[in-house]
């Protein structure tokens, strides 16, 4: 393992070096970096541009400016590693720094939700093979797949923002909301609940009506503009939780394990019991004391699971913690939505769905409250992440589907069904953790492909992340920023590359690396 | 190669025969049903006709061919020192009177932009650009893609090892960095530079592909039966090994160019592909996305354009998996297929009737 590990680590060390130096000469060629200066009214231009060719060292030949800006790398053996400096002066480290930040916060979000969603949409595919679900499903991928993704984004900026903002300015559910949310809903509910076509058909009543109800709810509280009940919140809390406890206990144990579903809800009692506390506390919580609590949460969930006991502690312990966490979860969520209504109104004056930039400025001297700041990061997360969500859920759909079909054909399911298994412990325990593996190395491709950045959708909502900084590098030929975009870009592929292969091999015991 | 390797697959075939007589039995028939119709026919012919009779491919090759035949026959052909006017009176650099804000009308079904220029004009040249460099990407990945994978697949070793790596540096660099570095030198050259420039970059896929075929390829008995009849390795290639691939190698390209017009468009929305007064789909929707929420057609037709060839190109490529798959078992026609499914039910029936315990 170790061997195979640093062979691949040098062989990923040589390609880089010699891809580097094909960046630097194309990106050198790109154009000229004298071209703004040139044409410049300045009376001191002859200076200025003899000023930028000392400080870029352009009066060197590319192929070997090449080895003055290694240099500064390999410097970093002896402490005085840099990047050389941008175009305008200042290092290239803290851009590459700040725009590695901003990217980070931008992709993390969306590659969770796309995993999420799109494991569930392939499991329930491959589950309803060729049924109405799966074909419109697949259609919708196949458009997805094909939708150019900066059209996505700006459909989004100017349809979903633009919207839902002119939706809060004056609350009015038009009718058509009434009747098509509700039967689209049904409708995907009955897809995906398959069985006789009466059982689809109630299923599609049952799903329908939930929906119109809480259309109506939303529409008659405006819950958009105020999504808060004061104290009354706690009963909405009680119902999503228990809700969620019961869905997480049919899926991980099933309802007859009556250890495990106590342990859920008792859980979700405790979370209940420790909701006042928490929200008289909430306004002195920062980000780190927060955490504390989630963990605090789990440790609880675990705890509630070993009191319960009986023969398969462990079932209920696991089941414990998932619910508790995320009713803590849920009561989290609420206490945002509880500043909702402060952070609309006195910060954002009414428009909260931000379609630029990555956060509104100067807010630092508006207020210090967590809940504030966190919200003003989801509203400006929330159309880029939807955006690069979409095309990202469209392909993992289809892989988990197809890892699903593959896997529920083999021959080991038809051992465990022979033996009597339930179609719950067969799909959960068996198929879905196995065609799981196959995923992470698509993810770990996608996330180091990602972490250059989202060009194209940071370009549209003005996000200054990495794929700024490239354009802005080669719009301006400034090729020491550009290398720098390219050291974290190609890094961070070798890295996820290999750690997808090492990730493959630690999950699929019949790869064995070859050493 | 006088001597033929012992049969094995008898005992096999003896073995599950013992096993599950009733099962083979039904696949035999099966497989019977599906021979006959495909009886007499070359290989080609065969994934021809799988390919005839997928829908979805179907109406997507129809579509796509109307929308080339509408971009080249209204604007006409203005490239190479030739120029053919087309049928539409307008020309994409033609300045026009402005109606109502450039609405849609009759006149200008598609509408006009803020300069007056007609938005059919502008889409179908940006049509005809978008096109051009998905064929003419097509084509260069395809053969810088096969060369490299065959040579590297055939002849092993070093030659190998230095493609591959080769392969890997210029896949390590995201593809929309090497196309916007490239387009942002070259952008300004025209399309046809464009489009080679992007082609030159977009080949790595293809030639790993190729490589992991012919590796398999070419342990195989035709191969050695080739090399002992004198063929020189250049023919063992070309002849022998290829058309075993060419599936792998058609379904990749087709795929690869309907990512391709993506990939345009998005350099060229970034401003790093085709430069003004030239235009094509991306660069048309780069330049008027501020415009869209007052003057949504500007926006609406060249993405309408993007997603259908996007769209159809995708099609055609699962058509074509699903025509050169060789574990596809469905049976060509209605009738054969209708008659396969009689086999298995009868065999079905009779499997059942034989584990009822008596």
């Known amino acids: ?515 | 190669m006088s001597q033929l390797p012992p049969i094995e697959p008898d005992l096999n075939e003896a073995a599950a025969g013992a096993a599950a007589p009733s099962t083979v039995a039904a696949t035999d028939q099966q497989s019977n049903f599906e021979l006959k119709e495909v009886e007499g026919l070359s290989q080609g012919r065969i994934v021809w006709r799988r390919f005839l009779r997928h829908r979805g491919a179907m109406i997507s090759a129809v579509i796509l061919l109307l929308v080339v035949l509408m971009a080249f026959t209204s604007e006409g052909i203005d490239a190479a020192g030739i120029t053919i006017h087309g049928w539409w009176p307008y020309t994409y650099t033609q300045l026009t009177t402005l109606h109502g804000g450039g609405a849609p009308t009759w006149q200008h079904p598609f509408g006009e932009d803020s300069l007056g220029r007609d938005m059919f004009a502008i889409v179908m040249r940006g049509c005809q650009q978008s096109l051009t460099i998905v064929f003419v990407v097509g084509i260069i990945s395809v053969v810088i893609g096969v060369i490299i994978g065959a040579a590297s697949g055939f002849f092993r070793g070093w030659i190998d090892t230095i493609l591959m790596r080769f392969t890997d540096i210029v896949l390590i660099i995201p593809l929309i960095v090497l196309t916007a570095t490239l387009g942002r030198r070259y952008g300004a050259h025209g399309p046809l530079i464009l489009a080679v420039v992007l082609g030159l970059a977009s080949w790595t896929a293809l030639a790993r592909l190729v490589r992991g075929d012919f590796l398999s390829l070419r342990e195989r008995e035709f191969v050695d039966a080739a090399r002992v009849a004198g063929a020189s390795p250049w023919r063992i290639m070309m002849v022998h090994i290829l058309p075993n691939a060419i599936g792998v190698i058609i379904v990749n390209t087709t795929l690869l160019m309907s990512a391709t017009i993506l990939t345009e468009s998005a350099v060229s929305f970034l401003g790093f592909g085709v430069q003004a007064p030239d235009v094509s789909l991306g660069s048309v929707i780069g330049e008027y996305q501020a415009a869209f929420a007052t003057r949504p057609w500007l926006f609406f037709w060249p993405a309408a354009f993007i997603v259908i060839i996007s769209l159809t190109i995708n099609f055609i490529g699962d058509g074509l998996r699903d025509a050169f798959d060789p574990r596809q078992k469905r049976a060509l026609n209605k009738a054969a297929r209708k008659a396969a499914a009689a086999a298995r039910e009868k065999a079905r029936a009779e499997s059942a009737a034989s584990t009822q315990p008596a």
């Open chain 1, 1 to 515: 393992m170790l061997t195979f590990l640093s062979r691949r680590l040098l062989a990923s060390i040589i390609v880089l070096l010699l891809a580097s130096y094909l960046v630097y000469i194309l990106s050198a060629n790109a154009g000229d970096p004298l071209e703004a200066l040139r044409t410049s009214t300045a009376k001191n231009k002859e200076e200025l541009i003899e000023q930028r060719i000392q400080q870029l060292g352009l009066n060197v030949p590319t192929p070997l400016r090449y080895f003055l800006w290694l240099g500064g790398i390999l410097k970093v053996f002896v402490g005085h590693f840099t990047l050389g400096q941008t175009i305008s002066g200042t290092p290239v480290t803290t851009a590459v720094g700040n725009a590695a930040i901003v990217t980070l916060q931008l992709i993390i979000a969306s590659v969770v939700l796309a995993i999420i969603f799109g494991v569930l949409i392939g499991i329930t595919t491959a589950l309803r093979q060729y049924s109405g679900y799966d074909y419109t499903v697949t259609f919708l991928a196949f458009l997805f797949f094909s939708l150019p993704s900066f059209f996505i984004a700006v459909v989004l900026k100017a349809y979903l923002g633009i919207t839902f903002n002119n939706y809060l300015a004056d609350p009015h559910v038009a009718w058509w909301a009434y009747v098509f949310i509700p039967l689209i809903i049904g409708g995907a509910a009955a897809g995906v609940s398959g069985g006789t076509r009466r059982f689809r058909f109630v299923t599609f009543v049952i799903a329908t009506i939930a929906t119109l109800a809480v259309v109506v709810f939303i529409a008659a509280t405006n819950w958009f503009v105020t999504p808060t009940l004061g104290a009354a919140d706690i009963v909405i809390v009680a119902i999503v939780s228990v809700a969620l406890a019961l869905l997480v206990t049919v899926l991980t144990t099933g309802l007859r394990n009556r250890k495990a579903l106590y342990t859920g809800l008792t859980a979700v009692a405790v979370g209940l019991v420790a909701y006042f506390p928490f929200i008289q506390i909430s306004g002195q919580l920062q980000l780190w004391s927060l955490s504390l609590l989630g963990l605090l949460t789990i440790a609880v969930g675990l705890l509630i699971g070993y009191l319960y006991g009986g023969h398969d502690r462990g079932q209920s312990m696991r089941n414990g913690a998932i619910i508790a966490f995320i009713t803590g979860l849920v009561i989290v969520i609420n206490r945002f939505m509880q500043s909702w209504n402060v952070y609309v109104n006195e910060v954002v004056s009414g428009r909260p769905i931000a379609t630029v930039g990555s956060g509104t400025p100067d807010l630092n001297s508006m207020t210090s409250s967590f809940w504030i700041h966190g919200l003003d990061t989801y509203t400006h997360l929330l159309l880029p992440t939807i955006s690069l969500c979409l095309i990202s859920i469209a392909g993992y759909s289809r892989y988990m589907r197809s890892n699903l079909l593959d896997v529920m054909n083999s021959d080991y399911i038809r051992t465990a069904r022979a033996k009597g298994l339930n179609q719950r412990t067969v799909v959960m325990r068996h198929a879905f953790r196995n065609s799981l593996i196959p995923l992470t190395t698509i993810v770990a491709f996608d996330l180091g492909a990602l972490l250059g950045g989202a060009v194209i959708t940071e370009n549209v909502f003005a996000w200054s992340g990495m794929g700024k900084l490239f354009t802005d590098a080669l719009h301006n030929v400034d090729v020491n920023s550009l290398m720098g975009y390219f050291v974290v870009a190609g890094v961070a592929v070798v890295v996820f590359n290999l750690l997808a292969d090492v990730a493959y091999s630690a999950l699929d015991p019949r790869i064995r690396i070859a050493a």
